[in-house]
C-alpha cells in the first residue's frame, strides 16, 4: 500500500520547481546581456553552447571555405600560445535553402579553399569538415556559387 505525499511535501516540489524555472529564465536572460560585453569570438563560442543544449533540430549544410581574412572576430586558444577564428558563412541545405552560419576555424585562419559539410544546428557549425566539391548536392552548390557571385 503505497501513501499518497502529503500536502505540504506536495507544495514544497512546487516551491522546489517554480524557483528552478525562475532562475533558469533568469540565466537565460543575463547570459546576453554578459555576452553583449564581450568580442564577438567569446560570443560566438557562448552562442554556439547555448545552441547546443536548446532543443533544436540538427541539419547537415554546406558552405565555401571562407577566405583567410574575412574573420568577424578571433580569440586566444585554450593553450594561448594561437588563435581560434570565427567566421559567419552563407551555408546551403541539399534542397538550397541558404542561411548564415557561424563556425570557428581552431588554431589557424581558413584557407578560402574548397568546401565544408556543416552538422547545424541553430546558426552554429558544430561540426564541419572539408569535402570535394562533387560531395556537395547540386542544389547546395548552386546556392553557395550563386551567393558567391553576389558578393
Known amino acids: 500500500m503505497t501513501r499518497d505525499p502529503q500536502p505540504s511535501q506536495c507544495a514544497s516540489q512546487r516551491l522546489k520547481t517554480a524557483l ?58 585554450a593553450t594561448g600560445q594561437g588563435e581560434n577564428y570565427v567566421y559567419d558563412v552563407q551555408a546551403a541545405d541539399s534542397q538550397g535553402r541558404v542561411k548564415t552560419v557561424t563556425i570557428i576555424s581552431f588554431g589557424s585562419k581558413a584557407s578560402g579553399e574548397g568546401y565544408f559539410q556543416l552538422d547545424v544546428k541553430g546558426s552554429s557549425g558544430v561540426h564541419y569538415h572539408a569535402v570535394e566539391a562533387n560531395d556537395v548536392p547540386a542544389d547546395a552548390r548552386a546556392a553557395i556559387e550563386a551567393d558567391n557571385a553576389s558578393e
Not at 560566438?44 to 571562407?66: C, F, H, N, Q, Y
Open 20 to 77: 528552478a524555472a525562475v532562475l533558469i529564465a533568469l540565466g537565460l536572460i543575463a547570459l546576453p546581456l554578459t555576452l553583449a560585453s564581450c568580442d564577438s569570438g567569446t560570443v560566438a563560442v557562448g552562442k554556439s553552447v547555448i545552441e547546443r543544449v536548446l532543443p533544436g533540430d540538427w541539419r547537415t549544410m554546406w558552405a565555401a571555405s571562407p577566405q583567410p581574412d574575412t574573420y568577424i572576430g578571433s580569440y586566444d586558444d
